[in-house]
């Protein structure tokens, strides 16, 4: 066995006391007279071994895994990205023949989808986990070196401590005892956990349409002289018998009063009129090209030219003219409606065989309709218990003159309502979304698909609302002058067909109404061009074939560009921290062997042994700690590397 060499130390003082060789009660024979303690001799062991290993092959590949980890988060984050970006741009569809990707798989298939992107996420993070693990276990050593003063015991106790948790961190960084690159490591991970709930979430799937081959379809069409053949004055204000007006009435009281949708619906705004397809089942997707109705309507009260007028007991239901203008138009109005003295009020809608350009004694051929209100002023005997007040509306009096001389005449003030649907013929392209939602795309093509004549369409417009006072609906309860609910509601607003339940109408008190503002006239008007148009322009008169295609759904990837955008800017955030942390200064980490190394010559085991042996076994932590104070450690170099002083 070779022979071990021995050399003498001195102790410390706390040395004397604990020797065993020289006590107060003994002196061993052939003491030393100074406390020397014979310890293992450094100077003649063998020489200290190579440090430098021989690099073979398994160190190789842990370089290249070094160099590969280094690279996983700048190229994930720009495929990844580049994807998402791409999906948002463009159309990508999803095909598979290792699964079913049709729209009935959606929900399976966006599960996937997502569960994927985490996937893909989490081992593009994983260097930046690396990162922060390596900056954590870093921080011990730079934190007492990085100071001339060190870092306060306390605080370089918890960070040595793997159960350091987030708000300690920030503590620990708001009282600056910690280095600029734990702070980095915070921010990094708070910059991970944001974009692995966020990246993830912006990559998706979802169902789009594609076209199939070109066809035609047959849709509803107003050809010339289908709905008034205005080359025949013997039937140019009669419309054809295919054509059911009180049906037509029906449906906006359906529409607009029970809340019952017939038929297509346009989904992007009520002034659209769009033929609808024939055999086009509402569950099918499609897009095709046809002419729609575009209306710009405008309703408004007419101001008569007259200052009066005057209806001879005679001539009572002989036509008599009014006139005024309205939008550009002068318009004749014959007063034969049937006014009498038992009435309190009439509302009637004036046939468009009564509506003349007063100029040229011509037609109207814009699709104006007009709704005459006559309030009796004196002279009536009814017991109505409803009255209409129009203040603010521009109205003429007329007079009829009672048969029997001896009786008051009988004054009525009479007021015009002017609805003007403004239409426009254009082409557009209309896409059905497989549930008889239609929208209307706001490109106009110049070539005309034909199918709606814009004279016929506008006497259509004109004669379409002719029968919504006896078919639009039941009429209002306790005020049967007001005919049906749905003329009352577009002349007076929504809570006319409710008058029996008012408490003054239950009272047996004559409850006064007035007109709906004029905003709310011209867009109850609009919703009920566009019930009633909807029987007609469904092929009741003629069809015509345009083309289309039928639409193939398909699942696509999609991408939420907020989200895409976010995900950017952490991934760049990331890729910079850890470009810049790369170049770090090289700090122990905080191992067996680094914390040995840093304990020779050092102070710390004995101060801290002596704090414990005081304290006893079982003593916390924390209150061991609390003994020393402020105390600070300090990293000093040293040959071997960095040593700990307690100071």
Known sequence: MAERAYELQTLPEHGRALSPIRSKEYDAPDTPSKDQLLVPSR?????????????????????????????????????????????????VPLKSTLFDTSPNNLATIKSGVTSISIIIITLGLFPIHTLVADLRSEEFFRAVSGKVTGAPLYSINGISSPSFGLIESFLVMFRRHSSSYFATALLATFFSFILATLAPAALSVSTAYFDSELTAFAVGAIHRDDFLNTTNAAFMFDPPSKVDLPK????????????????????????????????????????????VAVLNPKCEWGS?????????????????????????????????????????????????????????KDAILSGTSVWVVALCRSGCESLSRVNINVPGIPTIPVTQHNRNASLPDTVFDMAFLICNPNTDIETREVRNDGRGILTVFDTNYPIRQGNLHPIQ????????????????????PGAYQLQSEAEARLIFGDNVPNLDSLPEFASGSVLTISPAPIENITEAYTRMLRSTSKLILSGVLSTAYVPGRLNNPQLIFTSSLP?????????????????????????????????????????????????????????????????????????????????????
């Open 304 to 360: 008569p030219h007259q200052d009066s007028l005057t209806i001879d007991p005679i001539s009572n239901w002989t036509v008599l003219g009014v006139s005024f203008t309205s939008q550009n138009f002068t318009l004749d109005f014959p007063l034969g409606i049937g006014l009498s003295p038992n009435e309190q009020f009439t509302l009637k809608y004036s046939p468009y065989s009564n509506l003349f350009n007063i100029t040229d």
């Open 563 to 647: 989200q895409v955008i976010i995900s950017t800017i952490l991934f760049v955030a990331l890729c910079a921290m850890a470009a810049v942390s790369h170049f770090r200064k090289e700090i122990p980490k905080f191992t067996l062997f680094s914390v040995a190394a840093s304990l020779d010559g050092s102070n710390v085991p004995q101060v801290m042994g002596q704090i414990r042996g005081d304290a006893g076994p079982k003593a916390r932590e924390p209150d061991m700690v609390a003994t020393l104070g402020g105390r600070s450690v300090v990293g000093y170099e040293g040959d071997g590397g960095v040593v700990l002083h307690l100071q």
């Open 43 to 91: 100077r003649n062991q063998s020489p200290t071994p190579d440090l430098e290993p021989a690099r073979g092959s398994s160190s190789r590949l842990y370089d290249a895994f070094v160099i590969l980890r280094g690279l996983l988060l700048p190229l994930v984050a720009i495929a990844y990205l580049a994807f998402c970006y791409t999906v948002h741009s463009k159309t």
């Open 457 to 476: 369409t506008n006497l259509m417009l004109s004669n379409v609302l002719s029968q919504l006072s006896d078919s639009g609906g039941p009429s209002v």
């Open 248 to 291: 037509a009435s029906t449906l906006a009281w359906v529409e607009n009063i029970l809340g019952v949708p017939y038929g297509f619906q346009v989904s992007n705004g009520p002034n659209y009129l769009v033929p609808s397809p024939v055999n086009l089942p509402p569950g099918v997707p499609a897009r095709w090209l046809t002419d």
